[in-house]
């Protein structure tokens, strides 16, 4: 049995024509792809400035800024969907970091199979320490970048894929 290997030109072909199939006019495409090369790139960025800065992975910050926000303490299965982490990951995460003492775990009211994840004193510590540092960053990379009337567009249009996919 004979397999045929499409040479680049006929896979960049038919490459093409999926494309023109599914987004007619390649109404978006370019859109798309910076999207998804400005996410890479700034947390490819803000990762290695944070961790080389402070020592923290981004995914532990996003733990601690999520449960900031969250004034403190969220569930296990919470927690892992804010950031957007399979669960066996952040209970991973969440070993690590409770190990280090900046995270602890507690039963949840009512349910002794739900686990709560509550900043410690010295997670708080370390998120205080952490969060200018990345923010600033932040600024320097993103925010800096764009004027008023971008981020509001930019951040009105994202929030409407984010509603409008069930998430907002």
Do not use: Y
Request: some cysteine.
């Amino acid at each position: 049995m004979h397999k045929q290997v499409l040479s680049k030109p006929d896979v960049a072909g038919l490459l093409d024509r999926v494309v023109a199939d599914a987004l007619p006019g390649r109404r978006g495409l370019g859109a798309w792809r910076a999207l998804l090369r400005a996410h890479a790139t700034l947390m490819r960025q803000l990762g290695t400035d944070l961790e080389s800065k402070t020592g923290l992975h981004l995914g532990d910050f996003d733990v601690f800024g999520q449960l900031a926000e969250a004034g403190g303490a969220l569930r296990m299965t919470e927690l892992a969907e804010r950031t957007l982490s399979s669960r066996s990951a952040m209970t991973r995460r969440i070993d690590r970091m409770a190990g280090e003492g900046l995270v602890r775990r507690a039963n949840a009211d009512g349910d002794a199979r739900g686990v709560v994840v509550e900043l410690t004193d010295a997670g708080v510590a370390r998120l205080t320490e952490t969060a200018p540092v990345h923010l600033r960053k932040v600024s320097e990379l993103f925010v800096g970048k764009l004027n008023d009337q971008e981020l509001a567009a930019l951040q009105s249009a994202l929030e409407k894929v984010i509603q409008e996919c069930g998430f907002g």
